[in-house]
């Protein structure tokens, strides 16, 4: 009879932890921060209550955690598409977060109920770490002509109007006039004004 190979503790406490998070994220979607409770989250992921709490401190940490990792997906796949396409990086990374925004839930998490439940200086934080910095660096690539506050300002600006852009499109909206909206916004800052 062969032994079954078990699996180190860390790499269990690594599935456990990633499990809570989409089954989280799944609840949040569906039914909002507010409407989730913790005994649903640990019975969709099968665990116990002690388990979600050895991970998280609270429903609000594990809330942070799924929007953490939804801003990390979400910079990875705005990197990845302005690298695939052989455009400028600032129309690409656009395409690319239109792109990566339609996922189910995301413009919900990232910008309706992060901001709600988080706060808004603590979302800038999670956010400036992921889409907003890579917005930041296509901005210096495209402009290395602007000094460092006004390319924060302007990353500021244009983030919020990717925000709402990708809120209205999760929404219903047809996405195309926004894309070609965004673009033309950026086709406008790519040559320095003078």
């Given at each position: 009879?062969?032994?079954?190979?078990?699996?180190?503790n860390a790499d269990r406490r690594a599935m456990m932890r990633a499990?809570?998070?989409?089954?989280?994220?799944?609840?949040?979607?569906?039914?909002?921060?507010?409407?989730?409770?913790?005994?649903?989250?640990?019975?969709?992921?099968?665990?116990?209550?002690?388990?979600?709490?050895?991970?998280?401190?609270?429903?609000?940490?594990?809330?942070?955690?799924?929007?953490?990792?939804?801003?990390?997906?979400?910079?990875?796949?705005?990197?990845?598409?302005?690298?695939?396409?052989?455009?400028?990086?600032?129309?690409?990374?656009?395409?690319?977060?239109?792109?990566?925004?339609?996922?189910?839930?995301?413009?919900?998490?990232?910008?309706?109920?992060?901001?709600?439940?988080l706060g808004l200086a603590e979302m800038a934080e999670i956010d400036?770490?992921?889409?907003?910095?890579?917005?930041?660096?296509?901005?210096?690539?495209?402009?290395?002509?602007?000094?460092?506050?006004?390319?924060?300002?302007?990353?500021?600006?244009?983030?919020?109007?990717?925000?709402?852009?990708?809120?209205?499109?999760?929404?219903?909206?047809?996405?195309?006039?926004?894309?070609?909206?965004?673009?033309?916004?950026?086709?406008?800052?790519?040559?320095?004004?003078?």
């Amino acid at each position: 009879m062969q032994k079954k190979k078990s699996i180190p503790n860390a790499d269990r406490r690594a599935m456990m932890r990633a499990r809570l998070i989409a089954e989280a994220r799944n609840l949040f979607v569906e039914k909002g921060y507010a409407e989730t409770s913790t005994p649903e989250i640990v019975r969709a992921a099968e665990v116990t209550r002690g388990a979600l709490y050895h991970h998280f401190a609270d429903k609000a940490d594990l809330f942070r955690a799924v929007v953490q990792q939804e801003a990390a997906t979400l910079a990875a796949e705005i990197d990845q598409g302005a690298v695939a396409d052989s455009g400028d990086p600032l129309t690409s990374g656009s395409r690319a977060f239109f792109a990566s925004m339609a996922k189910e839930g995301r413009a919900r998490l990232l910008l309706i109920e992060g901001p709600a439940v988080l706060g808004l200086a603590e979302m800038a934080e999670i956010d400036a770490g992921g889409g907003r910095q890579s917005l930041m660096l296509g901005l210096q690539q495209a402009r290395p002509d602007l000094a460092e506050a006004e390319l924060q300002a302007l990353s500021d600006v244009l983030s919020a109007a990717f925000d709402r852009a990708a809120l209205a499109v999760s929404q219903g909206q047809s996405e195309s006039p926004y894309l070609a909206a965004m673009e033309q916004v950026m086709a406008s800052l790519m040559a320095p004004s003078g």
